[in-house]
Structures are given as structure tokens and as C-alpha cells.
């Protein structure tokens, strides 16, 4: 099989970010730092992906599931023993190697797709992407010969004063034909500042054999940035959520403060909505066409249709349909739906439960396990009463019924259609289409009350 495939270095701890999770698992632009990188592996052209893990490797594969084969580096003895372990998985394999670390969730699969068309057209062994860096401390200095060809790539530990001055970095990013680079890994030591065995030191080796070694040069150094502390993730983050809000609002979106809008990189949002501050759109989040969104909203894996207004609204896992206004104060929790054109505010809380269309919930309400039919109104203060301590039930409010204020619905219970509810009433029988429970005490007048008190 010839072709491109990578593998993905992830085997270290991340010990600056002083954290229990694996570094490439913590979240940036709402997905794992592997994530993004498996993604534009993907994006690239990438026919199989192969992840190098260590520190945490179980909660890595867990993480990724079948997204990767995984290989498992015992002791981290360096870049070039990583990709060692990757051996015995691509014997059968013919093509292009890419090599990427699981640490850089800036890279785009355009970038990548260039690495490896520029490693064919070239008809190189090894091809490595560099970059101009503003401070390149830290990273490995690439060394050209007068013709300029890659000559060698040296560590900011192992270089002298006149290498360190180069400003030309490697990104530890690579494409290597699969053959030359693991007969090359076979060759190196680890006689170096760091006593470990280098990937860079394969492009030495190969350059020495006279076999072609190549470069590409990033315009953009910010994509193959690395991310070792929660400083740099924030940074990362910032960079990720920009990138996003420039992709809406050059797509017909209105958002008036990017800087306090935060939008995970999978979701979509129509053209003219506007996006107040304060707004976070996370996960699968679709958001339709013409909707005022925010401000001070949060909206996770929901889905909402054209003409929505959301102000100062959660929801979570719920679908809402087309002209539904939303807010302020209103938490819609997994599993509800609501249709077209309903309203509902002012501190309402909505679980598990349908509302159909029209249906008006406008204050202080809590709604459990129920199905609401269109066109009802829930009067303000109205509850389902859905646990009994144990157990939930669910209840049934059937369409055009109006439920007075205040009222206890006992679930399991029907509202039958067009029924109505006296205020203030606790309903522990169903009532039938059409007509009126009442479930409350009569009231009461005693007399001259105020005299007999003194
Ligand atoms: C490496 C490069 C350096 C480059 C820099 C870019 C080498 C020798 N140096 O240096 O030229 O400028 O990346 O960021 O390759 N890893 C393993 N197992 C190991 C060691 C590392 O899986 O035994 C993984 C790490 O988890 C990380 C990646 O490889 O994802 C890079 O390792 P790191 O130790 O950060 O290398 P650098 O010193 O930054
Ligand atoms: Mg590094």
C-alpha cells in the first residue's frame, strides 16, 4: 500500500502543564490538543493514523477510540525512539510517513496537505517543515548548507553560539518515505546533550547518504506552535476561538465583541444572526439563520432553527424549532424539544418534555417528563410534580389547555384538550377534554377578624 499516513507523538508527560490528564488530551477550542491534530491529519489526506503513547496511554486510547491505532512507548527516550515503536504497525506499509506531535492543535490540514505535495513533487526522503520564529529558544535550529539544502537539524541544547543564532526552527513536523526513515532510525545513537535518540538526527543521515532531504517553509509559524503550560493553552485557545469568529462573521454572521464570544470549532450558525457578549456556543451546536443570540447565553449540543430569540438562556442536548422566544432566565435541560413559535422566560426550567407549537410557558415554571401539545398556555408558577421520591412519571398537557397559575400537576396526569385549571389548584386525577379541575380548598371569610384579634 503506497500512500500517506501518520503517526502521531504523544508519549511524553507534559510535565510543565502540572496536570493528572495527558497533555494532548487537555481541551482547546472545545476538543482534545490530539483532536485537532488528528484532524488535520485527516483533512490532509491521511489514510490511517498511528498515535505514540506513554504517560496516561490508556486514557489517550480511550479518548480517541477508533480513530487510531495506538503503539505504546514504555520509557520516553526521544523523538527518533517514539517513532521506533511504530515499526512493526507500518512494515507492510509503502508510502509517506508523516510525522506529527499531539501537543500542536493550531495546524491545519492546508498546511500539511502542502508538507506532503511539496515532499513528492521534490522527490525527497525526508522533508521537514520549519519556521521563522520571533523567539526561536527551544527549538531545534535547521542548518543549511551555502547551496541552502538542509544540512542538519541541531537542539538548542547540543548547538554553539553561531547555530543558536539561526532563526529557522524545525516544527517537528515531517514526511519521510517509510523505508528510508526506520533504516535511518536503526542508525542513530543517542550521544548528544540530552543522551537521546533524535528524529531530527534521520535527516543528518539521510543528507550524508546522499539521499534528498527537504524543506517547507510555514508563512504562518503560529499553526506549528507546541503547547507545554496552561499559559500557552490559553494562548492556544485565543488563537483557535479568533479563527472561528472570523469564519462566522465572514460568512454573514454579526458578532458584536468576538473577544467575549466563545464558539467551539464544530458548530454552525446561519447567516444574519447576531451574536450578543457573553455568548458561549459549545460542541454540536447548530444555530439557524436571523436569530438574536445572548447576551449571556450557553448553549451546548442544541440545535436551533431561523428566527430564534435566546437572551440570557442554557440549554443543553435540546432541539428548538423556528420563531421561539426564549428568555431571560431559561434553562432547557437533555431531551427537550420545543416547537415552533413557543415563548417561555422569565425563570422556566424544562427537562425531558416536549412543547408544541405556540404553547406559551412565560414565568416561573418548572416542567419534568412532559408532553405539552400545542397552543396551551402553562399559567405563571406552574409545576409538574413528576418524583415521588423514587420514581419519576411522566404527564400529558393536550393541546389548547390552560393551566391557571400556581398549579401542581401531579404527575402521572392528563390535562385533556382545550381543559382549563383553576388557579392555584394540585391536580392528582386527569382531567377530561374541555373541562375545569379545580383542586383547592374554598375560601373562607370570617368575619370582623381584625376586631376580634385585639
Ligand atoms: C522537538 C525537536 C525540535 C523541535 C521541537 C518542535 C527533537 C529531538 N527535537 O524538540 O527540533 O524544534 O520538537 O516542537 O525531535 N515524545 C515522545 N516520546 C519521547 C519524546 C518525545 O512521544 O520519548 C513526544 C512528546 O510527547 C511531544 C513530541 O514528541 O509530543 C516532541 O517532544 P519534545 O520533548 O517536546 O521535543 P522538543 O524538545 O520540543
Ligand atoms: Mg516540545
Known amino acids: 500500500m503506497a500512500g500517506l499516513l501518520t503517526v502521531v507523538l504523544a508519549a511524553g508527560k507534559g510535565t510543565r502543564m502540572k496536570s493528572a490528564l495527558p497533555k494532548v488530551l487537555h481541551r482547546v477550542g472545545g476538543k482534545p490538543m490530539l483532536q485537532h491534530v488528528l484532524d488535520a491529519a485527516n483533512e490532509a489526506g491521511s489514510e490511517k493514523n498511528v498515535v505514540v503513547v506513554g504517560f496516561g496511554g490508556q486514557t489517550v486510547k480511550e479518548a480517541i477510540g477508533s480513530q487510531a491505532e495506538f503503539v505504546v512507548q514504555e520509557e520516553q527516550l526521544g523523538t527518533g525512539h517514539a517513532v521506533m515503536q511504530a515499526d512493526q504497525l507500518l512494515k507492510e506499509f509503502d508510502g509517506t510517513v508523516m510525522v506529527l506531535c499531539g501537543d500542536t492543535p493550531l495546524l491545519q490540514g492546508e498546511l500539511l496537505a502542502k508538507l506532503y505535495n511539496e515532499h513528492k513533487q521534490a522527490g525527497a526522503k525526508a522533508t521537514v517543515l520549519t519556521a521563522k520564529m520571533p523567539n526561536a ?121 468576538p473577544a467575549s464570544t466563545f464558539i467551539d470549532m464544530q458548530v454552525t450558525v446561519g447567516k444574519d444572526t447576531i451574536i450578543y457578549p457573553f455568548t458561549w456556543l459549545e460542541g454540536n451546536t447548530a444555530i439557524g439563520e436571523s436569530c438574536e443570540i445572548g447576551p449571556n447565553s450557553r448553549f451546548t449540543d442544541t440545535t436551533i432553527g431561523d428566527n430564534v430569540t435566546a437572551h440570557f438562556s442554557y440549554a443543553h442536548e435540546c432541539e428548538i424549532a423556528d420563531d421561539v422566544i426564549m428568555g431571560p432566565y431559561v434553562h432547557l435541560r437533555p431531551a427537550t424539544k420545543i416547537a415552533k413559535g413557543v415563548k417561555i422566560g422569565n425563570f422556566v426550567e424544562v427537562k425531558n418534555s416536549t412543547i408544541g407549537e405556540g404553547s406559551k410557558l412565560p414565568h416561573l415554571s418548572y416542567i419534568g417528563d412532559t408532553d405539552i401539545g400545542s397552543g396551551v398556555n402553562m399559567g405563571c408558577g406552574t409545576i409538574t410534580v413528576n418524583y415521588d421520591g423514587k420514581r419519576k412519571f411522566r404527564s400529558t398537557i393536550e393541546d389548547d389547555a390552560f393551566v391557571g397559575c400556581n398549579s401542581n400537576l401531579v404527575s402521572p396526569v392528563t390535562i385533556g384538550k382545550g381543559a382549563y385549571v383553576g388557579a392555584g389548584s394540585t391536580i392528582t386525577k386527569d382531567v377530561p377534554p374541555a373541562a375545569l379541575g379545580i383542586g383547592r380548598a374554598r375560601q373562607t371569610n370570617i368575619e370582623g377578624w381584625h376586631d376580634k384579634r385585639k
Not at 527537504?214 to 499559559?231: C, F, H, K, M, P
Not at 483557535?240 to 472570523?246: E, G, S, V, W
Request: aromatic letters at 6%; hydrophobic letters at 40%; proline letters at 0%.
Open 137 to 257: 529558544t527551544g527549538y531545534g535550529r535547521i542548518i543549511r548548507t551555502v547551496s541552502g539544502t538542509v544540512r542538519k537539524i541541531v537542539e538548542q541544547k547540543d548547538a554553539s553560539a553561531e547555530e543558536l543564532l539561526v532563526d529557522e526552527v524545525n516544527s517537528g513536523i515531517y514526511c519521510f518515505e517509510r523505508a528510508a526513515l526506520f533504516e535511518s532510525l536503526a542508525k542513530l545513537n543517542c550521544n548528544n546533550a540530552q543522551g537521546e535518540y533524535y528524529l531530527t538526527d534521520v535527516l543528518e543521515i539521510l543528507g550524508k547518504e546522499n539521499e534528498k532531504v527537504w524543506a517547507v517553509v510555514a508563512d504562518d509559524y503560529e499553526q506549528t506552535l507546541g503547547i507545554n503550560s496552561r499559559v500557552q493553552l490559553a494562548g492556544a485557545e485565543h488563537i483557535l476561538r479568533r479563527r472561528k469568529t472570523i469564519e462566522l462573521m465572514d460568512n454573514g454572521v454579526t458578532i458584536m465583541d
